[in-house]
């Protein structure tokens, strides 16, 4: 009887400890980082790789997370459309968030997959989206200069990549403005590293896939990294740029193991 119950106990223990490391509900997770170039804080929050999810009916619980954090922009990415779901969610959330906050966008690898990239640009814009391809916005958020910049994908051919990320480039270093850099692959470190940007924010990794505390700190595979990647979430000093990576927000592929999807919310202070 005693070995049953040990059985039931060790059966018990399986299931809530795979349970827990499956569970897909969203995360809100916090970063900081400091500039000279700021006098007054700016908050981002950093949406990517949505695969055209859905959370909630009308996007309102991803919504709901980020209005509950007050950001000054929302910086998107990519790969916030899915090239084989159907665009309703995607849409859904753009069209919300844009009415919102200032919101900016890039296409990651996915939205070239799509039929017509230009056209997810076209009806993007037309939501009120801006979107950044090898092109730099200059804002005001809390009273303060702010340069986003953005670049398409790669996959968009690698000379139209490397002349959009060369035009951008020399706005970032010809403005004293704190600056941004939206592009999808965190692993083009050597194009990332001194570039003239103070941030650049990235996704693509899906967080490693399948993370294990102490084991797959950083994940077991990520896209451009193969095995045991080592840019799939958080801050990493590049010189003088940091590079931010998001796990993203996708549910509808692979198990996510110990990865829940995540909301980032950046904080830059003086």
């Known amino acids: 009887m005693k070995g049953r119950y040990w059985k039931i106990a060790a059966a018990c223990a399986v299931v809530a400890l795979s349970t827990a490391a499956l569970w897909q509900g969203l995360q809100t997770t916090h970063y ?51 090239d084989k779901q159907p665009r309703d969610a995607a849409k859904a959330f753009l069209e ?20 017509d990239p230009e056209e ?20 005001t958020l809390n009273d303060q200069t702010v340069l986003i910049c953005g670049t398409d994908d790669p996959a968009c051919g690698i000379a139209d990549f490397q002349n959009q990320f060369f035009a951008v480039s020399r706005m970032a270093q010809e403005t004293d403005a704190f600056t941004i850099l939206l592009s999808h692959r965190p692993e083009l470190i050597d194009w990332y590293t001194d570039a003239g940007f103070d941030l650049v924010v990235s996704g693509h990794a ?15 595979i990520a896209p451009g990294q193969g095995f045991f990647p080592k840019y799939t979430t958080g801050l990493h000093e590049l010189g003088d740029t940091t590079l931010l990576v998001s796990r993203g927000l996708c549910r509808n592929w692979l198990p996510r193991v110990c990865n829940r999807p995540e909301l980032v919310i950046l904080d830059v202070n003086p």
């Open 32 to 82: 900081t980082l400091a500039s000279p170039h700021l006098k007054k804080p700016v908050r981002f929050a950093v949406v990517t790789d949505l695969h055209s999810t859905w959370y909630g009916e009308n996007q309102s619980e991803l919504v709901g997370a980020i209005e509950r954090e007050h950001p000054d922009a929302v910086l998107l990415s990519g790969d916030i459309v899915d």
């Open 96 to 115: 919300i968030i844009a009415q919102k906050y200032p919101t900016y966008y890039v296409l990651g690898n996915h939205e070239f997959r799509t039929p």
């Open 120 to 139: 997810v640009k076209d009806w993007t814009r037309n939501l009120g989206v801006t979107v950044l391809d090898g092109t730099g916005k200059t804002v």
């Open 206 to 220: 899906h967080g490693g896939q399948v993370r294990l505390p102490l084991v797959l700190s950083n994940g077991l």
